[in-house]
């Protein structure tokens, strides 16, 4: 029997599948076994964001137990290095940098997934971890009402909640930036873990140089460390009234598999829609 392939290679773990509205962007997808004829009424989809590294496969095969479990599809982002410069690897982590709306890109392959997939394109999960979770609580800031609930997995720096300054360090200037101003108490309804290991404690490649591009005053004033920088980001939070949890885990360094298993627990524990497929 011949083999379907845009079936066969579209559910379980897929291949890369470039964006449509931007084929510069690719995404791995993990389609649990329920899609499409059970699709759970819930339809819920998983953003999972890679670190600087781009290992964007990796992650979306520890979320399979929590997709394959929870009947969540799960969308695997990769943003490529050398966008908008040759050398650049961090310009994704900033939304929007180097003439690329990485915002948009991503609004777009939910969009792409939701009409391929029937799942829920509204309001989804999502998961950053390290660079990833810089691009992921600056999305939380910029689009609070597309998010169901969010974890910010161990980010390099920080933007905090604050009109003292412009972005990326603060929030002063998002409406003239992106058009969008910052909605604090939407920000409130979002789910939010975050989370880092106690031993991840390296500043090797968070401490920002002048001569970086993105520097700006004040880009190292929230702490030494990614624990120091998660703890000011938690701080800032609860100054604006926004509830979040905050985790350190002890003896964690900066790796990825602990920090998904937080996030797999806290995503279950706190969306009500989500529940084990068999307990239906």
């Known amino acids: 029997m011949a083999v379907d392939h845009q079936t066969h290679f579209g559910l379980g773990a897929t291949p890369s599948f470039a964006c449509q509205a931007d084929p510069r962007f690719s995404y791995w997808l993990h389609v649990p ?26 992650l979306r095969g520890l979320f399979e137990e929590f997709s394959e479990r929870y009947g ?16 650049d690897v961090d310009a994704y982590k900033y939304v929007r940098a180097l ?33 990833g979770a810089h691009f992921a609580h600056r999305f939380w800031y910029l689009y609070p009402e597309r998010l169901r609930a969010l974890t910010v997995a161990a980010p390099g720096s920080v933007t905090l909640p604050t009109d003292t300054a412009n972005w990326w360090v603060g929030v002063k200037d998002t409406q003239e930036r992106f058009g969008r101003a910052i909605n604090f108490p939407a920000m409130n309804t979002v789910s939010t873990l ?3 290991g ?5 500043t090797e490649v968070i401490t920002h140089d002048r001569a970086s591009p993105y520097y700006m005053e004040g880009a190292n004033a929230a702490g030494r460390t990614r624990v120091d920088r998660l703890r000011t980001l938690h701080s800032a ?22 920090l998904v298993t937080a996030a797999t627990e806290f995503f279950a524990n706190t969306v009500a829609e989500l529940q084990p497929l068999g307990q239906r």
Do not use: K, W
């Open 237 to 258: 939070l609860r100054a604006q009234n926004i509830e979040s949890t905050l985790r350190e885990l002890p003896g964690v360094t900066h790796t990825y598999a602990p």
């Open 194 to 196: 975050l989370v880092v």
């Open 33 to 58: 076994a329920c899609y499409p004829d059970a699709l759970p009424a819930h339809r819920s989809m998983l953003v999972a964001l890679h670190g600087t590294e781009r290992n964007a496969p990796l």
């Open 72 to 87: 969540v599809l799960v969308l695997a982002p990769h943003f490529p290095a050398g966008i908008g410069s040759p050398r």
């Open 99 to 131: 003439g690329v709306n990485y915002d948009e890109v991503l609004l777009h392959m939910v969009d792409e997934v939701a009409s391929r997939y029937g799942c829920d394109r509204s309001r989804f999960l999502m998961f950053g971890f390290s660079g």
């Open 198 to 202: 106690s031993d991840d404690v390296s």
